[in-house]
């Protein structure tokens, strides 16, 4: 003779399919709702449907940035969108920690890009919302192909980034 199965709790896919135990009144229940091709049908369903909205949402235009090991917390994106004369870019990094609890010297996030030949310039500074730990900046690139770079500087204007670095994302933007 084989147990029952135990109900598994939580969301298992698809939105509104959420099955916590504190439903299961009756012994069964919960399985009953659980099996049969109908819900399984739904749950694949609500699988298609996240992935579709992710590919939508998350197209060629943002690239996924991931902190370093100096910054493991860290992570983000760059959104890129088409302008006559190059790209817009915003730069959006969540989780990060104030810039002095990396070392007490450090006091901006800077934002560098380096285009294809290499060499990095200055684009801003982030704007730090210590309240939520985010930092977001809005720029411009000529080029459709460059790399993003943050680094916890002592200076909002360093010449050269010498800092400590937070993350780094190649883009290469293809419309």
Known sequence: MSRPRRPRCGNRGAPGLTVRARYAYKPGTVLRLMT??????????????????SL??????RFVVIGTPEAPSTSGYVEVDDEDDGVSAIVVL???????SLSAEFTHYVVWMAGPAGTPRRVGTLEYDPDHRVGTLTTHSPSFQFTVTVTAESSAEPKAPDGLLVAKQEVVYDD
């Open 36 to 53: 049969g091709p109908a819900p399984r049908l739904l749950r694949q369903l609500g699988c298609l449907v996240a992935v579709l909205g």
């Open 56 to 61: 939508y949402g998350c197209g060629d235009d």
């Open 94 to 100: 969540k989780h990060l920690h104030p810039p002095a």
